[in-house]
């Protein structure tokens, strides 16, 4: 395989200061030493060689002719891809579907490569580079209005920059100067999902169940995080059954649609308690009923998740990606149960039910020590809530150390919820009294 030349892990100075033209330069042997320039797991201990795979070829000029846009576009390839998903196979839509739509795709082409910008700052605890993301982002805005507003059938390009930008700004929200929060954006994308589901003779590819689950995820955890956003569980659960035995899109997510979908459906039906109790002083009759229908499916979910097999695409990996996905299903339906009893029932931190949820959590992740899982996205609202109820101080310290861990993996958005989570600390309140604009995954 052809080496075009290698990253040293040095900061990106940022448009005009930085020398793009120099950006790859040959492996003198001289390894990485510096705290500034060394991440948590080292991939920058030694000068990376730039690479591109076989089946991305050939290289389009937009990258042979500026070596800073080849060297994001390996490393999102080599690792944000990785780091996106919670266990690694040849079959991560990341590195292999996306990016060859992205040598079709200019908009796409540009969101991969402010991706992959982000991300590497963060790891290596550079100032993001705003002004060569901001040139690459801005173009994308006129063609999703265009989109929204023509006759034209949306395509999986127009689709995927919208949810690509939507996850981007909701990863690294300090990287853009944009007064469009990432609820907006993710308003947008639901918009052009059902633009999407409404049009005649849609051609699903890989791309749009790789597209469409990546907005059901951001969708979900979007919806348990802020009361401002309405999530569309009811729309892209049943289009997302038809993904359901397509190989390369097992890995993405890390759980299953059913976990997605009771987690969906818990937020919303926290939001409906809310409103209802402004209204009436409590939930309907109806309302209640419909939680305990809910309540009795996750805690039977729990169950079914400790005896089933998790099968990865990739033969390879059969026993740890079952460990990895039991592991990750148990910990995203016992945060539901959290979800259900602090904001429906409305039971106490100290409630039994709470706790025996808390220490699932806990035991859950002590399982993924090990894996890439550990450092994932996946994991930041179990953590979160976990973190938020435990009782036991020690416990709270080493949710605390966790959310560390995915922060050194150059996870960007976990800043703002160590931030929070050190809030409701300090101020003894409970999260579900804050009001805040923080991504909880």
């Not at 996306?98 to 402010?114: F, G, H």
């Not at 059969?318 to 602090?342: D, G």
Request: net charge negative; with cysteine.
């Amino acid at each position: 395989m052809d080496v075009f030349g290698y990253d040293h892990g040095l900061p990106d100075l940022d448009l005009p200061k930085n020398n793009d033209c120099d950006a790859l330069g040959q492996n003198n042997n001289v390894q990485i030493d510096s705290p500034q320039q060394c991440s948590s797991d080292f991939y920058y201990s030694a000068p990376v060689p730039v690479t591109i795979p076989t089946f991305l070829r050939p290289v389009p000029s937009v990258l042979l002719e500026n070596p800073m846009n080849l060297l994001y576009y390996h490393y999102f390839i080599n690792y944000t891809a990785n780091v996106l998903v919670t266990h690694q196979c040849p079959s991560n839509p990341f590195s292999t579907i996306l990016p060859q739509l992205a040598l079709k795709d200019d908009n796409l082409l540009r969101l991969l490569l402010a991706y992959a910008a982000c991300h590497r700052a963060r790891l290596l605890r550079h100032a993001e580079p705003k002004n060569r993301i901001a040139t690459w982002v801005t173009p994308v805005f006129p063609s999703l209005r265009g989109a929204l507003s023509g006759n034209e059938q949306i395509s999986d390009s127009a689709f995927g920059s919208c949810v690509m930008l939507a996850s981007l700004t909701q990863s690294y929200p300090l990287a853009f100067d944009l007064p469009i929060s990432w609820q907006e954006h993710l308003s947008l994308a639901r918009r052009l999902y059902g633009l999407r589901l409404s049009q005649d003779n849609i051609q699903r590819t890989s791309a749009t169940f790789f597209f469409g689950r990546w907005f059901a995820y951001l969708d979900t955890f979007g919806s348990a995080s802020s009361d401002t956003y309405q999530g569309a569980w009811y729309e892209w659960s049943r289009e997302l059954k038809l993904a359901e035995d397509t190989p390369e899109l097992q890995c993405l997510a890390g759980f299953t649609t059913k976990s997605l979908v009771l987690l969906s459906r818990t937020a919303e039906l926290a939001k409906r308690c809310d409103y209802e109790r402004r209204l009436h002083g409590e939930p309907s009759v109806h309302t209640i009923t419909v939680s305990q229908q809910l309540r009795m499916n996750l805690e039977l979910f729990t169950l079914e998740v400790n005896h089933t097999r998790y099968d990865c695409a990739c033969s390879e990996s059969s026993t740890s990606s079952t460990e990895v996905y039991r592991a990750v299903n148990a910990a995203i339906t016992h945060a539901s149960l959290i979800y259900l009893h602090r904001r429906v029932y409305m039971l106490p931190s100290e409630s039994r039910l709470v706790q025996f949820s808390v220490n699932a959590i806990l035991d859950a992740f002590n399982e993924l020590k090990g894996y890439n899982a550990f450092d994932t996205p996946d994991i930041i609202l179990p953590l979160f809530l976990a973190g938020c109820e435990a009782r036991d101080p020690g416990k709270a310290v080493d949710v605390l150390q966790r959310l560390q861990s995915i922060e050194n993996a150059g996870m960007g958005q976990v800043v703002r919820v160590k931030a929070l989570l050190q809030e409701c600390w300090d101020t003894n309140r409970d999260w579900t009294e804050l009001k805040h604009n923080v991504l909880l995954g």
